[in-house]
C-alpha cells in the first residue's frame, strides 16, 4: 500500500467520524458557538459543490468526484511515484474528494458543519474533507511552482 492511500484511508476515516458525531448530536441547520461570532458547529447538507455551486446536481457531482478518484488512483502508481514529495498533497486531495463522494452517494448531500464568522463576514461552512482538498491543493501547487522555478535556475531536482 502507498503512502498516498495510507494517508487517504486516514483523511477518509477522520471525515467520516466527525460527520458520523455532527449528524448524532447537532440537528440538521442547529448551530452550536464554539467560539461565539467566531466559530459554531453547524449542521449543514449542502447538495452542491464548493461554496454552494452547482446545488442540487448530485448526479454530476458523483460522476466528477468519481472520475476524479478513479484518475488519482490509476496515476497514483505510474506518475505520482515519480515525484515522491508531493504524496501528501496527492493523498489529502484523494482521502477528501472520497470522503464527500461517500456523502453524495449515501445521502445525496454532503454534511458540512465548520461554520465561521469574522466581523460579519460570514464564511460558507465547510467540512474536513473540504480542508483535505484544499490543503492539498495549495500544497501540491506550492510544490509545483518550486519545482519549475528551480527547475528555470538550473537547480532541477527531478524528483521534487
Known sequence: MTLIIALAGLILIIDQLSKYYVQRLILPGQSVPVLKNIFHLTHIHNTGAAFGLLRHQTAFLILISTLSVILILFLQRKFFQRYPNWTSSIGLILGGATGNLIDRVRFGYVVDFLDFSL???????????????????????WKMLRRDSRKKSGISNFRD
Do not use: E, Q, R
Open 119 to 141: 466581523y460579519g463576514h460570514h464564511w460558507p461552512a465547510f467540512n474536513l474533507a473540504d480542508s483535505a482538498i484544499t490543503a492539498g491543493v495549495i500544497i501540491l501547487c
